[in-house]
Structures are given as structure tokens and as C-alpha cells.
């Protein structure tokens, strides 16, 4: 009953998503308000209608109503009732209900603002939003429906198709057939019964989710014509938000893959992950871009063709991460959703691209860019470093189908290819954000350039032979502190330049200058703090790939494995049952350094019978200088020879950690609200008046 | 003149780009195959990096956690996605590779820790080589269980 509920309004909701596309495209053609405002209430009775549907659906999932496929394929009786309730997103079918939840919050969200200035966006901003959403509600409704039951015939056998998979639909698929109730369910894969599992896809997702906001502007700005600046100052916080849970979801999942998954790392270049990345990358460009155009009009264009790439690259990167069809090549229409998505991100992407071209000539830069050192300049050679990395990253996941095309041939590109390819665009980068932040709008030379870098840059270089005397002559980590330490250096200049200003002129003390200083510019300030952290988490990216170490062996009771300066002696092993059914295996190993005893380590092996499934958890020993990473291999109780390590010196990793949390400060720091009017007034300063349009007079 | 020096620099970039791109492929590429296609290839593959992807066999994996020695047999799963589907889907042709004993089968051997995921009808994607005895030295494993086999839905409650 529940269920046909849950279908039922779900249903309700896909037909009033699409009545608001229709009444918001006809009032805005017949100039009706009335329809207008029917289509903007029609949408604001998504999400409550969604979030029923949703709520029926948790019902199901915490109540073991195993009949419904969905929940029979994500739950067991044995888990938890909260990891039943994250199992919402845990299967394909319920996480694309859980999209379209958030992506109906958003868009209320967005038509509960002030409209009075904007008001020939908001049908625009209504239909793309309501697109979106009743796309992933039909997927739902059509394809992946999680409210579907198995069915039984006369006989109580479950009913299967022809090829002896179990036939799930919402109504009996024969005469006679009555609801097939499984005993217990299949239960979550153990691997992502982790607190980082579970908050990672949400984040990840309300990432995905909110660049569809600046996108649904961008798009009603190309159709009305209004090609200001002001699109992007509606949406700014909204891609600052968007870019933070983005982020959030790719560290999340990173400190997962390094807990959990056992190999002493945590970015494999799998193209789930690459899924993931590639709208971050398009968002990170767009939002440099953006400054530009709002600080000296250029980059229009531009501006536009990135956003709408990050909506296909969000929609594609919904569709990899979620049907888990990636790890072959062959696997992209493996989900029957496969083809439906190609189409839609085929059929929004070329109406975007062509009403970009459409409004082409009115998208033309307000001056031209003239010194190649000049700011902007150095911002668009930022853009095109960046879409470089995306170019790279597409093409590792696309090369296979090529070569199959041409070849006949299936060829694959493995993590080496992405690490080389992108190793040099990454110093590129690092090195715009060392000189960028000093170079002057409009126009520098390299001598004004030249006479701002050099100090930091000398002591850099400084810094950089320090190194190479005390720690390591390896070419590609000197040339990669070097940059590190001229960003970082160049970064606290710029702070301490404006806040020494600061104490002089308004006799503040150094953390007052400081505060006000951060507070008057947030958005330049956080970005600062966003490059700070960047580069701490270059320090641990580049320690943990070029400095790590490992060794394994088997040792009995008292003895021990030495690696890099530590000592890692076997104490003792314990098996005993764990929580939700798991048998955890838990070695006991002392970690010395020298003679000099550190603590102990619980490396251990939970298997889970009901899966057949293993999860090795590591011992981890966090330093800032390194980590010990201390994994349990193996241990037989009869086996008389001890018990099996794999151990990893991961040098310098805790910086990335540090640096990730840093970084979500600075974007936080950026992100805060701040008041609109200030904004305009500056803008209003900087600009000529013979360059200021009449906004929708222009043409 | 302005534009020139921005459309110069700007088809440099383009072209270190490609560079770097066409490099990092030529010198990172892998084939990759099928158990069905390796073995056709024979000795000429012999020490090349390729990628084999396979159904594991369950019974026959052995671990010897002394020398960290891992060895398994993998089956022949069809590489053509058309194939797949008609036979019902991945974890379908993982099951009906692993059962048929007259499939082609690949023997791998790898070092280091077992991976979790590692186990009967398992899909296996592997980076390595072949060695003269028709041995796959692996490097990288990668494992992947589809959803479990459907058919195997527990029984009904009650009746």
C-alpha cells in the first residue's frame, strides 16, 4: 500500500513538473502573469509532493518490506535502522528520487527570492529547473521505479523472465499473481557501511544539484537577451555552495578510499571518481572566469560555454557514478537508463550551445584584453589549464571507445597516463597562482610583474635548496615545493601587504587588520585561503606519490617488521563478533621509533558472512610528517607461522587532510553573505558609463 | 597586433596540450582484452602490459600469505556488450562463465594482499603481463561484483 502511495505521488509529481514547464513557457510567450505564477506555484508543489514520496519510500526501507525490489537489493534485517535510511541513496533507483528531492528544494529555494528586478528570468529559471527534475522523476516513474514489487504466481514461485531474472513492476504482471515477499533482504555492500560513504554521495550530490541553479540563469539569460553581468551575481553564492559540496564529496570519498579500501592511497584515477571531477574542474574555471566579467566585462561568452558544460558534465557524472557500470569499458549502456541519459545531455547540451550561439554578438566582451601579463589574461590562462585537465580527463575515459571504433581494438589508458598528463598542467596552475594574484588588471609588463615576484621567488629558490640538502634530490618534488613555497610565500605577502596597510592608516592592531581586511574583500580573501590550502594539499599529494614506501611479511608472536624508521612488533591477535553480524579479526601491534616506544596499532579484518565479504582496516599511525599505514593481510588461527603485514610509510599525507579542511574554511569564508548593493556600487565605480547597457535596451 | 600575440600564445598552448596528450597515451596505452582474445594473441603478447578482464573462478583461488602469493583462474567472459546483454546481464554471463567448464580459463598470479572484493563470480579486470608458460603476472587487480545473481532471491515468506 505504501509503496503504491510513494509510486502514486511520485507520479503526481512528474505531471505537475511538467505543467509547470508548459504554464511557464505560455505565460511567458501570452505575457501572462497569471500563468506565470501558476507555473512558479505548480513548482513549489514539488518538493512537497517529492518528499512524501521520499518519506514512503524511507517507510519501506525501515520497516523490511522486502516485496519491494528496491529495498530487498539495498537493506537486511541485520543493518542498523540509520544505514536503512541511507540506503535511500544507496541503490540507483532511490538516488535518483533522492536527486530530484534536493533538485526541488533548490528550485523553491530559488523562487522564494526577491523576483522584483529579475522578473523576465523567472519562467526561464522555472522551465530548466522543472526540466531537470522531471526528468529524473520520469527515469523514476519509467525506468528505475524503487517502489516495484516481485511478484509470484499460482504456483508461489517467484515470477522471472525469460533469461531468469525475477520480474519486478508496480502491477501484477499476469492473472492470479500475488506479491512475492522475500524472507530478508541483500543488505548494503559492507565496503560502504562507513561514515564517509554515507555522506559522501549527499554531498556529491547536492554539489551536482546546485549548478544547476547558476545554469537554469545562465540559460533565461541567453533567452531574454539580458546578457549582463547580473545572472552571475544572482547565482554567485549558489556556485560558491555548489563548488563547496563538490569538494566536500571528492575529500569525503578520498578519506574513505584510504580508510577502508586498503591499498595506501586514495585517488585512483577510476573513471566513477573522474566522473566526479571533471564538473569540479569546469566549476573551478567558471569561477574565475566569473570575476572577470564582472570586474572588467570580458569572457562572456565564455562564461557561458562553461556553465553549460558543468551542467552535462553534472548530469553525465549522475549517471557514471551511479549505475556502477564503469569498471569495463564495454559497460556504458550496460543501465537501461544509459541511452535516456546520452539523450538528454545530447538534447540540452546542443539547445544550450545553440542559443549560446544565437546570443553570440551580444555576448561580446565590453573592452578588449591587451597585455598578455595583464590579470585577466593570466585568469584565462588559469581557464584553459583547467578545461586542459578536463580535456585530459576525457579523453582516459573516452580513449577505449575510440580505439574500439577505429581500431577494432580496445585500447585503455591506466592512472600513469592521467599522472603524466596532468602532472605538468597541475605546476602550470600552481604557478599562475603564484604570480596572478600580483599582476595588475588591465595591463602589467613583465618588469612590474618581475619587481612584485622576486623576493618570493628568491626565497623560494631558498627554501627549495634547503630541501634538496636535507630531504630529497628528486627532481619532480623540488620543482613541486618550489612552487608550493612561491605560492605560499607570494599569498602571505598579499595579506600582509594590505593588512600592514591597514594598521598604519586605521592604527588597528594586526588580527583587527586582519579581520576587517578578510571581511571587506571575502571573495578575494578566501580565495587566498583556498590557494594556501591547495598547495598543503600538493605538499601531501606530492609526499604520498613520490616518497611512499612499503614492506610485507609474515611474523610470529614478538617479532617485528622494520620500515623507515619504525618498528612495528606483532603482539597479539583476538577474534571476536562485531556489531551488525561482522566477525573481526584485530591484531595488536606495538610501533616503535628506535627504541622509542609510540603507542599501539589495531590493524584488522572484519568479514561478513551474510556477504561473504571482507573489509580490511588499517592501523593508521597521523603524523605531520608521515603516516604509518599498517594493514592486516592475513591470520589463520591454525596456521602456527604468525600473522601476515602489509605496511606504508605515507610521507607528508596529513597535509592533504589539513589542506582539504582549510579549504572548506576559505570557501565558507568566500561564500558569506554579503550585502548585493556593495557589489554593484563597485562595479558601478570601475566601469566607464559609456560601457554600462541599459539592461534588456541594449538591442 | 594585440589579437595576434593572444591567438599565438593561445595555439602554443593548444599544441603543448596535444603533445603532452598524445605522449601520455602512446607511452601509458594498454590493450585490452578477453581471456579468448589474449590467448589468440599467443607468444606475440608475450611481457606486453595489457588489460584482461575475466569472471573469477572461486575455487580455484589460493593464497599463500608467506610470500603474499595470490593465484586464481579466470574465466572467459564475452567482451561485446550486445553479447552480455542477451545473455542476461553481467552477473548472468559472470555466473554461466564461472559454471562452464569448457570455457577458456586464464591462470593469474599476483603479490600482494588479498583484495576483499576477491571472490567467486567476482568480474576481474587485471593490468600485467603474460609469461611464456601462459601465466598472467598481474600488477593492479580490480574487482567488481555486480549486484548478486538474481535468481538467487531468497525464498518467500509464509507461502
Known amino acids: ?699 | 597586433m594585440g589579437r595576434t600575440k593572444f591567438i599565438v600564445g593561445g595555439v602554443l598552448i593548444l599544441a603543448a596540450v596535444v603533445y603532452l596528450i598524445f605522449t601520455a597515451t602512446k607511452a601509458n596505452a594498454e590493450y585490452f582484452m578477453t581471456v579468448d582474445e589474449l590467448k589468440a594473441k599467443g607468444a606475440s603478447i608475450v611481457s606486453q602490459d595489457v588489460r584482461i578482464s575475466g569472471a573469477v573462478v572461486g575455487d580455484t583461488i589460493q593464497y599463500d600469505a608467506n610470500t603474499l602469493t595470490l593465484t586464481f583462474d579466470i574465466a572467459q567472459v564475452p567482451g561485446d556488450q550486445k553479447e552480455v546483454d542477451a545473455e542476461g546481464g553481467l552477473a548472468a554471463v559472470l555466473h554461466a562463465a564461472v559454471i562452464d567448464p569448457n570455457r577458456t580459463r586464464l591462470q593469474v598470479t599476483y603479490n600482494g594482499p588479498e583484495p576483499d572484493l576477491l571472490k567467486n563470480e567476482a568480474q576481474a579486470i587485471l593490468t600485467g603481463h603474460l609469461d611464456s608458460n601462459g601465466v598472467f603476472h598481474a600488477d593492479e587487480l580490480l574487482l567488481k561484483c555486480p549486484t548478486k545473481y538474481q535468481s538467487a532471491v531468497p525464498n518467500q515468506v509464509g507461502g
Open chain 1, 1 to 699: 500500500m505504501v509503496a503504491d502511495f510513494g509510486y502514486g505521488v511520485i507520479t503526481v509529481a512528474f505531471v505537475v513538473a511538467l505543467y509547470s514547464v508548459g504554464a511557464a513557457i505560455y505565460g511567458e510567450r501570452t505575457k501572462s502573469a497569471r500563468w506565470v505564477e501558476s507555473a512558479r506555484r505548480a513548482m513549489l508543489l514539488l518538493w512537497p509532493l517529492i518528499t512524501l514520496s521520499a518519506a514512503s519510500l524511507i517507510y519501506l526501507l525501515i520497516t523490511n518490506h522486502f516485496e519491494v525490489s528496491f529495498v530487498y537489493e539495498v537493506t537486511s534485517r541485520e543493518m542498523p535502522t540509520y544505514l536503512k535510511i541511507t540506503a535511500w541513496w544507496g541503490g540507483q533507483a532511490g538516488s535518483l528520487v533522492f536527486w530530484s528531492w534536493l533538485m526541488s528544494a533548490f528550485a523553491s529555494l530559488v523562487t522564494l527570492r526577491k523576483w522584483d528586478r529579475d522578473r523576465e528570468f523567472l519562467p526561464w529559471v522555472i522551465v530548466v529547473t522543472s526540466i531537470t527534475t522531471a526528468f529524473f522523476l520520469g527515469l523514476v516513474v519509467f525506468y528505475e521505479n524503487p517502489f516495484a514489487y516481485y511478484w509470484s504466481g499460482p504456483d508461489h514461485n517467484l515470477i522471472v523472465d525469460a533469461l531468469g531474472n525475477p520480474i519486478i513492476s508496480m502491477f501484477a504482471p499476469a492473472a492470479g499473481a500475488s506479491i512475492y515477499i522475500p524472507q530478508d533482504g541483500n543488505g548494503l555492500n559492507p565496503l560502504l557501511r562507513h561514515p564517509g560513504m554515507i555522506i559522501h554521495p549527499p554531498m556529491l550530490y547536492l554539489g551536482f544539484v546546485s549548478f544547476v541553479i547558476p545554469f537554469a540563469f545562465a540559460i533565461a539569460a541567453l533567452i531574454t537577451g539580458r546578457t549582463d553581468d547580473r545572472w552571475i551575481r544572482i547565482t554567485r553564492r549558489w556556485t560558491l555552495w555548489a563548488w563547496l559540496f563538490l569538494s566536500c564529496g571528492l575529500v569525503l570519498g578520498s578519506r574513505w578510499a584510504y580508510d577502508v579500501l586498503g591499498w595506501g592511497g586514495f585517488w585512483g584515477w577510476d573513471p566513477v571518481e573522474i566522473a566526479a571531477l571533471m564538473p569540479w574542474l569546469t566549476g573551478t574555471a567558471f569561477l574565475h572566469s566569473v570575476m572577470i566579467q564582472e570586474k572588467r566585462g570580458l569572457l562572456k561568452q565564455w562564461n557561458m560555454l562553461l556553465i553549460i558544460l558543468t551542467y552535462s558534465l553534472v548530469i553525465f557524472g549522475t549517471f557514471l557514478t551511479r549505475s556502477g557500470v564503469l569498471s569495463s569499458v564495454h559497460a556504458f549502456a550496460q543501465s537501461a537508463i544509459g541511452p535516456v541519459f546520452f539523450v538528454f545531455i545530447g538534447v540540452t547540451f546542443i539547445t544550450s550551445v545553440a542559443l549560446l550561439i544565437y546570443r553570440w554578438p551580444d555576448l561580446r566582451g565590453e573592452t578588449e584584453m591587451k597585455s598578455m601579463l595583464s590579470r585577466e589574461a593570466l585568469f584565462l590562462l588559469n581557464n584553459l589549464f583547467f578545461i586542459s585537465v578536463l580535456v585530459v580527463c576525457f579523453w582516459g575515459v573516452v580513449f577505449p571507445l575510440i580505439s574500439q571504433l577505429f581500431t577494432g581494438q580496445t585500447v585503455t589508458v591506466g592512472p600513469p597516463f592521467y599522472q603524466t598528463a596532468v602532472a605538468p598542467l597541475f605546476a602550470a596552475l600552481m604557478l599562475l597562482m603564484g604570480v596572478a594574484p600580483l599582476s595588475a588588471w588591465g595591463h602589467s609588463s613583465l618588469r612590474t610583474l618581475g619587481r612584485a615576484v622576486w623576493k618570493s621567488a628568491v626565497a623560494a629558490l631558498v627554501v627549495t635548496a634547503i630541501l634538496f640538502f636535507t630531504y630529497t634530490n628528486n627532481p619532480i618534488a623540488l620543482t613541486g615545493f618550489f612552487l608550493v613555497a612561491l605560492v605560499l610565500l607570494v599569498t602571505f605577502q598579499e595579506f600582509w601587504r594590505a593588512a600592514s596597510a591597514r594598521m598604519r592608516a586605521q592604527h588597528e592592531n594586526v588580527f583587527s587588520a586582519l579581520w576587517r581586511l578578510v571581511g571587506r574583500d571575502r571573495r578575494r580573501y578566501g580565495g587566498y585561503v583556498i590557494h594556501i590550502s591547495m598547495m598543503l594539499m600538493a605538499i601531501g599529494i606530492l609526499g604520498i606519490n613520490l616518497f611512499q614506501v612499503q614492506t610485507q611479511g609474515t611474523v610470529p608472536v614478538n617479532d617485528s617488521l622494520s620500515l623507515s624508521g619504525y618498528t612495528v612488533k606483532y603482539d597479539s591477535v583476538a577474534q571476536f563478533p562485531g556489531p551488525d553480524g561482522r566477525q573481526v579479526t584485530r591484531a595488536v601491534v606495538s610501533v616503535y621509533q628506535g627504541n622509542n616506544y609510540l603507542g599501539d596499532l589495531y590493524p584488522r579484518i572484519d568479514y561478513y558472512p551474510s556477504d561473504q565479504q571482507n573489509m580490511t582496516i588499517p592501523g593508521e599511525r597521523s603524523t605531520l610528517k608521515d603516516d604509518l599505514y599498517i594493514i592486516l593481510v592475513d591470520w589463520q588461527p591454525t596456521a602456527a607461522n604468525g600473522a601476515t603485514f602489509k605496511i606504508f610509510v605515507n610521507p607528508l599525507v596529513n597535509w592533504l587532510w589539513i589542506g582539504a579542511i582549510i579549504f572548506l574554511f576559505g570557501i565558507i569564508i568566500a561564500a558569506w553573505p554579503e550585502r548585493e548593493a556593495e557589489a554593484v556600487r563597485a562595479r558601478a565605480r570601475r566601469v566607464p558609463q559609456a560601457d554600462r547597457k541599459q539592461p534588456g535596451v541594449a538591442d
